[in-house]
């Protein structure tokens, strides 16, 4: 009978374990999980300490707790930038500091985020929405004037008036000449201009000299010393002498209709170099070059994305999986989709979940039900039906940086090739940089421990008792 006692209570408590746990993430980490106590509409990646939230159309932001420290009253908000943020309130835009203080009136009917201490913002009036800037005192700094204007980039901003566009300096003055049908910001030094005339576009230089003539049917922004230019259909490469260095033998990796669009800060720039490769398609096949154009991985996949941290996603026959700059498939192509890398996490799919594996193709994070957002400085995001809680990256200790952990992982690798140059009769005794969480206790190894030690009490309990009872 007290046989039956004690293993009854021991499957109890081991259902319990695994009930309280089963939902959502594997090696049961609920315990490090932070619920939200509201049902947001929508929540925002966190952006200087501070993330957007909203319920019934009014918004406010929430800190990495999960509390409130700004009140959900205005209208719409967007993310913080430079130490600021942009907050509506009755169809009129101002900003507030990351305290709530409202800094620069809520008055402009536009307003766009700070870079380089300035930031855009618009005035109504007679002649329509003109822009200008302002500095974070709320001065207007370049009067409100222009039809559009973008962010300073490398102490120039892009100006149309009239249909006409140019660059001016924090100053205001116009440095170069309203003069281009079209044009985009300043990146390493240079900008793309279009011409009407041409329907062609060239690349100038800060002092407004060309470096190509108008021959090209689409330019974008210079990318570690390169940039991508399409011409008859075809991608090649420009220097940044105005050098044709990659010839015009790829395919286009975005639609024709694409070369007049402006892509959004934080979008996939797939023509881009990233790590020293770019992404190139062929007769429907992707691979990579490097930046003398040699494809160091060949065009064999169906699918592939930007590197990132290190590696890149890739697809063959409906399989992705990640590679590295050797073109070595060094997470398995097993998974249904697979995105970027973020903060030492790549987000996967498997068998309809939502999994973040570390680089080495480990599970870290894995979602029975539910989805969860990439990591953003070190939180994740994880959702279940109407409910959310905020995750701890367990790859980045408290105050630590990815470049750190990147440094750690350069430093084993420089190891491991050592390793592998002496002969194999050495023995060497080297340091390794370990992964920040990589002798760290699983949690469900806690509740196991508990488990153990609470049958164990109960079974000195009952033979204490049965002494007793003799």
């Known amino acids: 009978m007290k046989k039956s006692l004690v293993f009854t209570l021991l499957l109890l408590l081991l259902v319990n374990i695994f009930v309280s746990n089963k939902w959502n993430v594997v090696s049961a ?10 049902e947001y509409a929508s929540i925002g990646n966190f952006s200087e300490g501070l993330a957007l939230v909203s319920i019934n159309n009014k918004y406010g932001y929430i800190n990495k ?6 009140p959900l009253k205005y209208d719409y908000v967007y993310d913080f930038s430079d130490g600021l943020a942009q907050v509506s309130l009755y169809r009129k835009w101002g900003y507030i500091d990351n305290e709530g203080k409202e800094v620069i009136p809520i008055k402009y009917v536009l307003a766009d985020a700070f870079s380089e201490g300035l930031a855009t913002a618009a005035s109504s009036g007679e002649s329509g929405i003109k822009w200008g800037y302002i500095d974070k005192s709320g001065n207007e700094v ?7 204007a973008k962010n300073f980039s490398e102490g120039l901003a892009l100006v149309s008036l009239n249909y006409k566009y140019g660059y001016i300096d924090r100053a205001g003055n116009e440095v170069l000449p309203l003069k281009y049908d ?21 690349y100038i230089d800060k002092s407004g000299n060309e470096i190509t003539p108008f021959k090209y049917d689409a330019a974008w922004e210079f990318s570690e010393g390169f940039a991508a230019v399409h011409l008859d259909n075809k991608v090649g490469y420009i220097d940044k002498t105005g050098k044709e260095v990659i010839p015009f033998i790829y395919d286009q990796t975005g639609d024709y209709d694409e ?32 930046k003398e154009g040699k494809e160091v991985i060949p065009l064999k996949y169906d699918d592939t994305r930007s590197f990132s941290e290190g590696l890149a996603a890739v697809g063959f026959n409906g399989d992705y999986g990640y590679i590295d700059k050797e073109g070595k498939e060094v997470i398995p192509l097993k998974y249904e ?66 470049e750190e952990i990147e440094v750690g992982e ?9 390793e592998m140059q002496e002969p194999e009769n050495t023995v060497i005794e080297t340091k390794v940089i370990e992964d920040p969480v990589e002798n760290k206790e699983k949690p469900v190894n806690i509740y196991i ?22």
């Open 29 to 38: 980490v609920e315990a490090d999980l932070i619920w939200l106590d509201k």
């Open 410 to 418: 350069e430093d084993k690798i420089e190891i491991e090739e050592e």
């Open 337 to 402: 989709d697979a995105y970027d890398f973020s903060e030492g996490l790549g987000h996967v799919i498997l068998d309809g979940k939502d999994i973040y594996i570390d680089k080495s193709g480990e599970e870290v994070l894995s979602l029975e039900y539910g989805w969860a957002e990439p990591s953003s400085e070190g939180v994740l995001l994880i959702h279940k039906n109407d409910e959310t809680a905020l995750f701890n990256n367990p790859l980045l200790a408290e105050g630590d940086s990815m």
């Open 449 to 470: 421990v508990i488990a153990i030690i609470s049958v164990l009490g109960i079974v000195l309990i009952l033979i204490a008792r049965k002494k007793k009872t003799e």
């Open 65 to 70: 707790l999960g509390q409130e420290v700004i």
């Open 142 to 148: 370049v009067p409100l004037k222009y039809d559009s």
């Open 182 to 202: 079209l044009a985009w910001e300043f990146s390493e030094g240079f900008a793309a201009v279009y011409s009407d005339d041409n329907d062609k576009f060239a």
């Open 259 to 290: 070369r007049f669009a402006e892509i959004p800060m934080g979008y996939d720039r797939p023509w881009a170099f990233s790590d020293g490769l770019v992404k190139v398609e062929l007769d429907g096949k992707a691979s990579y070059i490097d």
